[in-house]
Nanobody
Framework: VQLQASGGGLVQAGGSLILSCAASGRPLSSLNVGWFRQAPGKEREFVAAIGWSSGSTRYADSVKGRFTVSRNNAENTVYLQMNSLKPEDTAVYYC????????????????WGQGTKVTVSS
């Protein structure tokens, strides 16, 4: 499967963005998808994940209540709705797939797509 993240941009603090993770080569409906982010000079960190079977979700504490991950199987796309954005959310956001549901370690994920940059100004 090949993944492509998009939807990033520049937004003011308190604003919203919707990121998309589009897949090709395999239906996303059969895959567990995770979102990660990497800020300059920092390690890549887990943001959110959605399971393939039940659509169950998991979030990092730092984004819980502000971000929502969802999937549209018909469009073969997973979304990350980001609300109440903060300057500390500034990072390049990536999506990837895992054989295991709702795991948070980046080493459990593969097929990393090119990221999309999100910049939140204060």
């Amino acid at each position: 499967v090949q993944l492509q993240a998009s939807g990033g941009g520049l937004v003011q603090a308190g604003g919203s963005l919707i990121l998309s993770c589009a897949a090709s080569g395999r239906p996303l409906s059969s895959l567990n998808v995770g979102w990660f982010r990497q800020a300059p000079g920092k390690e890549r960190e887990f943001v959110a994940a959605i399971g393939w079977s039940s659509g169950s979700t998991r979030y990092a504490d730092s984004v819980k209540g502000r971000f929502t991950v969802s999937r549209n199987n018909a469009e073969n796309t997973v979304y990350l709705q980001m609300n109440s954005l903060k300057p500390e959310d500034t990072a390049v956001y990536y999506c990837a797939v895992s054989r295991r549901q709702l795991v948070t370690s980046l080493y459990e994920y593969g097929s990393w797509g090119q990221g999309t940059k999100v910049t939140v100004s204060s």
